[in-house]
């Protein structure tokens, strides 16, 4: 009963109701503290109906009187089989008062689910983590500010800080040749971490310099962009590379457009006005721009343009006179080129039609040239023929006989080649078809286990993905059970309700044997008594005839009937025994229940409680009067 | 946590026991951490003997690698497991990696101390003294009839740039503003704790 009543008070407590800690059982339980129960569990479950109810009980008679008759509405309609009514609340009694707790309690919403629900994303571990940090150091107490050891000094404010300053570092690199590695190699150079005296200023610069290692790596791809290195933080992704590279393309197509602008000679088509600002906004930065040209891959031409290029960037580097002269003498000169351009233009368009021309030619000529020779090869052959058939003329008819035999010979000799050949070609196709059949299986084999493999790979890397994410679960779950609280163990309460089950089983069974070993008992009862009253007739009858006549038989009938007489009085006090102490246990039990319901106490309450109210009622009474 | 080649290649060859035996190894992993920690003992940084058949750039590169390693680990604060899982991608052998934890687990404190020295940080409030003031009249109003606060609160920082407290006055709304701010701002503290 009392752990029963400790979980009770527990629940009661986690609804908001403030039960002092010595109250354990709910013997002590007093009407205040009812009421406040009740009314936190009704909020609890359902807001609409605790809110209007007050969880404090007021002064007044019939203000409580009022309060109980609505706690035990409320409770009614939420489903309570029992009738309830104003002297529950008021004027407990233990047993009744435990079935309306429990029947709130189990009406409780349960927030063990809440806690299940959370959610194990990254952002809640995140904020767990943050949540125990701030736990930890809000333990830590103040400590004066020269007995702190440097953590706390760094927690507790007096910590001195730099600000982040960083030193360029030398590196030694693994794959350095030559000179340089034999600079690396000798003393002059310091080992990295002590180049930088300070030791703050040594983890700051090389915080940096991996930083900037990074940041190299990733824009190692994108030529030209050296300049932008020295970001501090990480370089934002293939976007702006990619946007840097097309700005790059943008300025050579300009470039090359502008120098070879009525060839159209780049695929590339862009705004002239754009071109001429970009150059005209760039004239300090070109002559790195020539290298970079000369080494760009982006060219669809070949040296002669790129000689053109190399010098069209002198042109304005040499204007360090006055500006206007300058410019009057680049556009002239600019002119004069573009005229030599385009007469040059204009020769190669003519060179180029002639050239067209003259490979047409070619084409023709060299058909002919072969359709002729293959008129040639005819010609030779039918002449060889006739020659040979004017030589065999004169001696007709002897030439015509051989001719005949030869031609016999020669068919014979074919068909005798054709007859090996099908010998051999047989076993040959046989043996051909069976290699084939052979590779068809093998590779039908080969496909088959490759796919099994792959397969295997598969499952491999689900299987191992399962693993992570299971371990991943499984150090998220460890970490919060550490951080449950621990007053409710669960494993004894299971522990117990599993005891308590086999006891209730074995009970069970000594009932059952039990009422089985009083219905036999009762069966032989009933059958000895049988036997006895089927006894004592026979024994009656037979006595009684002889008792007629004689003395001494009438005398033992006497006896008889006075010894069963007896006996039966005995039976009968004793089963009267038996039934009246079964009264005065039941009596007894009926007692412990009522001393239980403190039923004098609560009468005298409701005595005082009747006093109480009829003077309120006078009082209001005379107030009525009076106003 | 990603590290940049350079780095990456100081560690495969760190790894390798052709270059770096587990003597070799352990003195450079302690030359590491002593320079980082401790600015005493930079003279003689690499120059011990069991380094001295080692190739001068190897060392120094594994040296530098190290201490960037180091305080990349530091900086990310990882523990145990994250370390010694990231070893055995760069091919480390088992005592190898064990040695590395242990020297990271003793020097763990002085490398976070280390590295949160580097940053600002807003001055600390110790202690508050306040005054309260009945304003009768001023230049401006002839009948003023008001009270005021004048608040001092103590402040305590090593920075010797700032002033050791900051004053201000303030009338009683404005004081009930900043009480109630300090209130809330406890209470979400204790809300975050609870999470």
Redesign the interface.
Do not use: C, F
């Given at each position: 009963m009392e752990e029963a009543d400790r979980i009770l008070i527990h629940s009661l407590r986690q609804a908001g109701t403030a039960v002092p800690p010595e109250v354990q059982t709910l013997r002590a339980f007093t009407t205040e503290l009812v009421v406040e129960a009740v009314v936190r569990c009704l909020r609890v479950i359902s807001p609409t109906v605790g809110s209007g109810l007050s969880h404090l009980l007021p002064p007044a008679m019939s203000a409580r009187f009022r309060l109980a008759m609505s706690l035990a509405q409320a409770c009614m309609d939420l489903g309570y089989p029992l009738e309830l009514g104003y002297q529950n609340f008021l004027y407990p009694s233990e047993p009744d008062l435990r079935d309306l707790l429990l029947f709130l309690a189990e009406r409780l919403p349960t927030d063990a689910s809440e806690d299940a629900d959370q959610p194990a994303g990254d952002s809640a571990i995140f904020l767990r983590a943050i949540g125990s940090q701030i736990r930890e150091q809000l333990a830590l107490p103040w400590v004066p500010p020269l007995l702190r050891t440097p953590k706390l000094q760094h927690l507790q404010g007096s910590a001195l800080q730099q600000s982040l300053r960083c030193t360029r570092l030398v590196l030694p690199e693994l794959s350095s040749k030559g000179e340089p590695r034999e600079f690396q190699a000798s003393a002059l150079l310091l080992p990295a971490p002590t180049q930088v005296p300070q030791l703050v200023r040594r983890a700051a610069s090389l915080l940096e310099q991996h930083a900037v290692q990074l940041c190299q790596h990733v824009s190692r791809d994108c030529p030209g962009d050296e300049d932008r290195v020295c970001w501090a933080h990480r370089v934002p992704s293939q976007e702006d590379s990619r946007a840097a590279q097309q700005r790059l393309h943008k300025q050579l197509a300009e470039h090359l457009r502008q120098s070879w602008s009525p060839l159209g000679a780049s695929t590339q088509v862009r705004d002239l006005g754009d071109m001429l600002q970009a150059w005209g906004a760039r004239k300090k930065t070109s002559t790195p721009k020539g290298s970079r040209f000369t080494h760009s891959e982006k060219f669809t031409f070949q040296l002669e343009p790129q000689a053109q290029v190399t010098q069209i960037p002198d042109v304005p580097v040499t204007s360090q006179k006055p500006e206007q002269d300058t410019r009057a003498a680049q556009e002239q000169e600019l002119e004069s080129l573009r005229e030599q351009l385009a007469s040059v233009n204009h020769s190669i368009e003519e060179v180029e039609a002639d050239m067209k021309t003259l490979g047409i030619n070619l084409m023709q000529v060299e058909t002919e040239c072969r359709q002729s020779e293959l008129s040639v090869a005819e010609q030779e052959q039918a002449l060889r023929l006739k020659s040979r058939a004017v030589e065999l003329l004169p001696d007709g008819a002897a030439n015509l006989a051989k001719l005949q035999l030869v031609v016999e010979s020669s068919a014979q000799r074919v068909i005798h080649l054709a007859s090996q050949w099908e010998k051999h070609r047989v076993p040959l196709l046989a043996e051909y078809r069976h290699l084939r059949k052979l590779q068809d299986c093998r590779e039908l084999e080969s496909s088959r286990r490759l796919a099994e493999i792959q397969e295997l790979h598969q499952s491999v890397r689900a299987a191992a993905e399962e693993a992570r994410r299971k371990e991943e679960v499984y150090k998220q779950l460890v970490s919060e059970l550490e951080t449950l609280p621990k007053d409710v163990s669960r494993l004894a309460y299971t522990q117990r309700i599993l005891e308590i089950v086999g006891n209730i089983r074995k009970q069970k069974e000594e009932i059952t044997k039990i009422l089985s070993d009083t219905k036999e008992l009762q069966k032989e009862i009933n059958s000895l008594s049988g036997k006895l009253d089927r006894t004592f007739a026979v024994t009656d009858e037979l006595v009684f005839k002889d008792a007629k006549k004689d003395d001494a038989v009438r005398k033992a009938y006497k006896y008889l009937a006075a010894l069963h007489e007896n006996c039966s009085q005995l039976i009968q006090t004793i089963e009267d025994t038996g039934t009246i102490m079964r009264e005065i246990r039941d009596l007894e039990e009926q007692i412990e229940t009522e001393m239980g319901k403190k039923t004098l106490s609560n009468l005298e309450k409701i005595c005082e409680d009747y006093r109480a109210l009829r003077q309120e009622n006078a009082s209001l009474l005379s107030r009525v009067r009076e106003a | 946590m990603?590290?940049?080649?350079?780095?990456q290649?100081?560690f495969q060859?760190l790894a390798d026991p052709g270059s770096f035996d587990s003597n070799a190894f352990a003195l450079l992993l302690r030359a590491?951490f002593q320079?980082?920690?401790d600015?005493r003992a930079?003279e003689a940084?690499?120059d011990h003997p069991g380094l001295k058949h080692i190739?001068?750039?190897?060392?120094?590169?594994c040296?530098?690698a190290a201490?960037?390693y180091i305080?990349?680990a530091g900086?990310h604060r990882v523990d145990r497991s994250t370390l010694s899982t990231y070893l055995e991608d760069c091919k480390f052998d088992q005592d190898r990696i064990e040695i590395f934890c242990t020297e990271y687990q003793n020097n763990k404190?002085?490398l976070?101390?280390?590295?949160?020295?580097?940053?600002?940080?807003l001055?600390?409030i110790t202690d508050v003294s306040w005054r309260l003031e009945y304003q009768i009249k001023t230049n401006q109003l002839h009948k003023m009839y008001q009270p005021g606060y004048l608040v001092t609160l103590n402040v305590?920082?090593?920075?010797s740039q700032s002033y050791p407290e900051i004053s201000f006055s303030c009338n009683m709304e404005q004081l009930q503003d900043l009480v109630g701010k300090l209130k809330d701002a406890s209470k979400s503290?204790e809300r975050?704790?609870?999470?």
């Open positions: - | 990603e590290l940049s080649e350079y780095v290649r100081g060859r590491a320079s980082l920690l600015a930079d940084a690499l190739d001068p750039v190897v060392l120094k590169h040296h530098a201490a960037t305080l990349e900086k404190n002085s976070e101390i280390l590295l949160g020295s580097i940053g600002r940080s001055p600390h305590e920082n090593s920075d503290l975050a704790t609870q999470l």
